[in-house]
């Protein structure tokens, strides 16, 4: 095996380049610009033709394992027989086989067979693996890093914090050299699993927080809408992907619960695999002809989207199978432009909106509740403008991220960035 050298650090992604990942890629853009040399590794090739502008500003190389492995075989085959002959591979298989046999699926046997191609065609320059999510992305570093022989951290968002099984999060905690995590509700249920090293917690809270000159805060002179014109509809704004935790059910429910004299009109920004069946609930509901669905956006399309909107509607909720939102982006993005957020009070949203204060939060999964704060709020421009503001200032004073990634800089070995220092006249 070829020696590491410490430099370069291989970021392990579900899937690059994603709408929907657009705070990876805007925590890659970071470190990058603080010196850190990334290369990124995707267990799956991109399926949208759109891409956020922060992609094209990523200078790191990218490697695509095989997806399918059938559609690869020769590649999976000659990294398989150049590896079984690597000292370190029976250590890695019986660790494979140990999980495979509490977890017989047909993804645990792909995601060793990308962990044999990457430990196979991994660059002699990496010295470090961070994978992002718990789940497969850390599973298959976890085999990599066996393979290599190489330490490996990880960075824990929302899915995988609640859905991947508790043995299986224990012992990666174990074996990973460090954990990051974007939420206190995450850190809460990951620190009763991880163990302690040397005096210093495996797991730390480190929030993504956003990219204030791409996000730079501004705001027009607030609307007077009050849903009294049906000229001039209050304008809703709502962006997420079209999955169960996202709750659409429950807004979609709420919008037809709002009186009829109330005039309003809902931008949905988004794709997913729920779409058309929430289209039908809409036509059902008769909303259809308030509804304008727009599908997957890029950064630039969605701060248009705020910038126009009266009031952001996120209606989260927990999902059947406990998957649940982290910090969701959007509310950062939406009161970094000054507009109202109004979300439920599930997972980490308590953690950005302070109810009454920055924000209105109601219960997960009551249309009701979530009927009648929508009310309120189209019919107090006042109130509405009020709340942005101070969602605004929160996300300037604590949510920066030019000042977050300092932390994340450090567990990868950055020195601190030299002080600016203003330049004397001769």
Known sequence: MANRTAGAVAFVLKGYPRLSESFIAQEILALERRGLDI?????????????????????ASVLYLPEYLYREPLRVLGAWWRQRRNPRYPAARRQWLKDWRRDPSPNRGRRFAQALVLADELSPEIGHLHAHFLHTPASVTRYAALLT???WSGSAH????????DWELREKLADCRWLATCSAAALARLATLAPEANRRPTVTL?????????????????????????????????????????????????????PPTVHWRLTQVGGGPRLKRLRRLADRLGLAARIDWRGNGTQDEVLGHYRQADLFVLASRIAPDGDRDGLPNVLLEAQSQGLACLATAVSAIPELIEPEVTGVLVPAGQPAALAQAMARLLAQPALRARLGLAGQARVVERFD???????????????????RRDRVSA
């Open 206 to 258: 480190s929030y993504h927080g956003l990219d204030l000159d791409r996000f730079a805060p501004g705001r027009p002179p607030p609307a007077a809408r009050d849903g009294s014109d049906p000229g001039e509809p209050v304008r809703l704004l709502t962006v997420a992907r079209a999955v169960p935790k996202k709750g659409y059910e429950d807004l979609l429910t709420a919008l037809a619960q709002l």
């Open 401 to 419: 991220q030019a000042r977050l990634i300092g932390e994340l800089a450090a567990r990868f070995g950055l020195p601190p960035p030299v002080a």
């Open 149 to 151: 022989g190489l330490a």
């Open 39 to 59: 290369r990124i590794v995707s267990l799956r090739r991109p399926t949208e033709r759109k891409r956020h502008p922060v992609h094209a500003a990523i200078r």
């Open 158 to 165: 929302a899915k995988d914090v609640w859905t991947t099984p």
